[in-house]
C-alpha cells in the first residue's frame, strides 16, 4: 500500500438534489483539514448524541491528531458553509495486512435525502484503491442497507458478518433497533492488488459457501480438505477486548496444541451480560480444520470470510454465549441475505436447535 502522502486527494463538487423535495445543494467533498473538528463532532452528535463508540471522536485534538497521524485519512463533504458529512479511511498494515477500510461515515440529519452517502462512495473509492492495497473492507451497519447498497454500486462482495458488536442499550441514533440486544454488522470487501488466495485449508462443511465467496469476488483458489493434528507448540493469539460494547476480538496468528485454553482463558470473564467474541482463523494449512473442530466444540460457529486482505486468508468464527442475535431482523440486501441464512444454519446448530 502506498503511504497516504504519496497519493493525491484532489477535492471534488457536485449539486445533489434532493429526492423527497426536489431541493438543490452544491456539496464540495475533500480531505481533511484543521478547523474540521467542530464540524465533524457536530455531525457526530447530531446523528448520536454522545453514544458513539469512536468516544476519541469527541475530542478536537485527538480527533485532529487522527486525521494527521499515519493510520487514517479523513475526508469531508462541506455544503452552506458548514461540514455537512464526513468519512475516513483505516489503513491497516500490520501483521501482514494491507488493506483500508472505507468507515465512519456520517451525515447531518437535514443533509439527507441528497444522496451524499452514495456521492461521498464515489469520490472515495477510487482514492482508496489509487493507494494500492490488496483489498478494500467494509463493515456495514444491519439496521439499514444504504451502506450496503452504496458499497455494492462500487463492487464489493458480501462475505460475512461480524455479529453482536454493539449494545443496542448504549446507542443513540434516528434508526430503528428493534428487538436485537446488540447490533450485528455485514463484511463486504473488493479485492484491488490480490487476486490469487492460494490453497485454503477449510472443514467439507464451510466447501460451498467459502467457494461462493471467492468465486463472487473473482479470486483463485483451490480448497482442501485434509487436516493436521494441532503442533505441540504454544498457539499465538492476539486478544483485545472493547469494555464498553462488550466484545472481544481475537487473531489467531499461529496454532499450537493449547489453543483452546488459551481462548477459554480470554473469556473466562466475559461469559456474561451480552459478551461476544470474533475469532480470526489462517486457512493457510491443515492445522486451521483441526483449530476449526475444537472452537466448535466451545460454541464458536461460522461467519465468513476474510479474503483478499492480507498475505494469509483468513476465516471468521463466532462466540456469542447465550445471546439472541434474532437475524432474521436484519436490514439486508440480497447478497447479504444469502450469506445470513448460510451463517444461520451453524448459528442454530451451535444453539442445538
Known amino acids: ?33 484543521c478547523g474540521d473538528e467542530q464540524g465533524m463532532i457536530a455531525c457526530i452528535r447530531d446523528e448520536y448524541a ?14 485532529r491528531e487522527k486525521a494527521l497521524g ?16 464526513m468519512e475516513i479511511f483505516t489503513l491497516f498494515c500490520e501483521h501482514g495486512d494491507d488493506y483500508i477500510e472505507p468507515a465512519s461515515q456520517i451525515l447531518r440529519v437535514r443533509y439527507r435525502g441528497f444522496g451524499l452517502s452514495a456521492a461521498l462512495v464515489e469520490y472515495t473509492f477510487p482514492l482508496a484503491k489509487a493507494m494500492r492495497p490488496l483489498a478494500l ?68 462443511e464451510l466447501g460451498r459457501v467459502v467457494s461462493d465467496c471467492y468465486e463472487r469476488l473473482g479470486m483463485s483458489y483451490e480448497l482442501c480438505h485434509e487436516s493436521a493434528p494441532l503442533p505441540p507448540s504454544s498457539a499465538q493469539l492476539f486478544v483485545s477486548a472493547d469494555e464498553l460494547q462488550r466484545m472481544v476480538f481475537i487473531r489467531l496468528e499461529r496454532c499450537g496444541a493449547d489453543v483452546i485454553e488459551q481462548v477459554q482463558a480470554a473469556l473466562a470473564d466475559r461469559s456474561q451480560d451480552g459478551w461476544t467474541c470474533q475469532m480470526k482463523l ?15 466444540e466451545i ?9 483478499a486482505c492480507s498475505d494469509r486468508e483468513w476465516i471468521y468464527m463466532q462466540w456469542c454465549g447465550g445471546l439472541e442475535l434474532y437475524l432474521e431482523d436484519y436490514a439486508l440486501t440480497g447478497e447479504f441475505c444469502l450469506m445470513r441464512d448460510e451463517i444461520k444454519r451453524f448459528y442454530t446448530r451451535r444453539k442445538g436447535l
Open 1 to 33: 500500500m502506498l503511504q497516504k502522502e504519496d497519493v493525491q486527494f484532489p477535492p471534488l463538487e457536485r449539486e445533489l438534489e434532493n429526492q423527497r423535495t426536489g431541493a438543490r445543494v452544491r456539496f464540495r467533498m475533500r480531505p481533511f483539514a
Open 50 to 63: 454522545d453514544s458513539y463508540f469512536k468516544q476519541d471522536f469527541y475530542d478536537p485534538a485527538r480527533l
Open 70 to 85: 499515519r493510520h487514517y485519512v479523513f475526508f469531508v463533504a462541506e455544503a452552506k458553509g458548514e461540514i455537512a458529512g
Open 137 to 204: 473492507f467494509v463493515h456495514a451497519v444491519t439496521f439499514h442497507t444504504i451502506t450496503q447498497r452504496v458499497c455494492g454500486a462500487q463492487g464489493m462482495r458480501a462475505t460475512g458478518f461480524r455479529l453482536g458488536r454493539f449494545l443496542t442499550e448504549r446507542m443513540q441514533n434516528s434508526y430503528e433497533r428493534g428487538r436485537c440486544p446488540k447490533y450485528s454488522e455485514g463484511i463486504m470487501i473488493l479485492p484491488v492488488e490480490k487476486r490469487e488466495a492460494g490453497t485454503l485449508y477449510v472443514p467439507k
Open 282 to 296: 489462517p486457512v493457510c494449512d491443515g492445522y486451521a480444520i483441526t483449530a476449526y473442530e475444537r472452537l466448535r
Open 299 to 307: 460454541g464458536f460457529f461460522f461467519t465468513g470470510v476474510q479474503a
